[in-house]
């Protein structure tokens, strides 16, 4: 079965630098989250997009945006990186918002 | 704020011995997910409880949510070397609209020795 992609599996930047991920859902999911795991942490929600609108915020810096598009495909644009972004940034999606969340594998990124 | 809290932090087991993981809500859910996470993968989903006092079962896992829709366990009975990772359970504390902004409880992490 299809899983949610993303892509790139590990980046690496330095201090305010940008970077972009992307995550491309499940066919046929309307709804992509963003979470924020940190080492040996519990993955922290940033934001999520309904039917290419944004549903609801978390704890998402200003130095971030998002969105989804048309093929809701979804991109975490972050700039001015600094050395406390280095986590692992999953996507999820799921059909409808009050449903199970399938997580894609994971963007590792690293801040030098 | 709206917290998910999870216990125990950590669980080290002799395989076939039996594994519960308890998560509280400050608030009322209006459903509960758990997620596995193994080391070095991504959470995936194992199971949503939506009504009160509901119980599931997959296998050899057991899954319960309060009456009170609060609080939820995970049993794992006679548990082997596979259920080795990170228990997480998330509940939508957002309120209103938000039933996808999940909390997640700090996780168990759950090591089984041979």
């Known amino acids: 079965a299809a899983g949610v992609i993303q892509s790139p599996r590990h980046l690496i930047k330095e201090k305010r630098e940008t970077a972009t991920l992307k995550c491309y859902p499940i066919?046929?999911?309307?709804?992509v989250y963003w979470y924020q795991q940190g080492p040996g942490q519990d993955p922290q929600f940033l934001i999520s997009f309904y039917e290419k609108m944004q549903s609801d915020k978390g704890s998402i810096p200003d130095r971030f945006s998002a969105q989804q598009f048309s093929d809701y495909h979804s991109e975490l644009n972050m700039s001015s990186l600094e050395l406390g972004d280095s986590a692992l940034y999953f996507c999820?999606?799921?059909?409808?918002?009050?449903?199970?969340?399938?997580f894609g594998p994971g963007t590792r990124l690293t801040v030098t | 704020g709206q917290q998910v809290m999870q216990i125990p932090q950590y669980q080290h087991v002799q395989e076939g011995e039996d594994f519960t993981t308890y998560c509280n809500s400050s608030?009322?859910?209006?459903?509960i997910q758990w997620y596995k996470q193994r080391p070095g993968g991504h959470p995936v989903f194992l199971i949503q409880?939506?009504?009160?006092?509901e119980v599931k079962k997959q296998k050899r896992l057991t899954f319960q949510f309060g009456e009170a829709k609060k609080n939820s366990s995970l049993h794992i009975t006679a548990t082997q070397t596979t259920d080795v990772g990170t228990y997480f359970c998330?509940?939508?504390?957002?309120?209103?609209?938000?039933?996808?902004?999940?909390?997640f409880g700090q996780g168990t992490i759950l090591t089984v020795h041979p």
């Open positions: 999820a999606s799921s059909f409808g918002k009050s449903y199970e969340q399938y």
């Open positions: 998330a509940g939508p504390l957002g309120g209103g609209t938000s039933y996808g902004k999940l909390t």
């Open positions: 608030t009322t859910l209006s459903n």
């Open positions: 409880l939506v009504k009160s006092g």
């Open positions: 066919p046929r999911h309307d709804t």
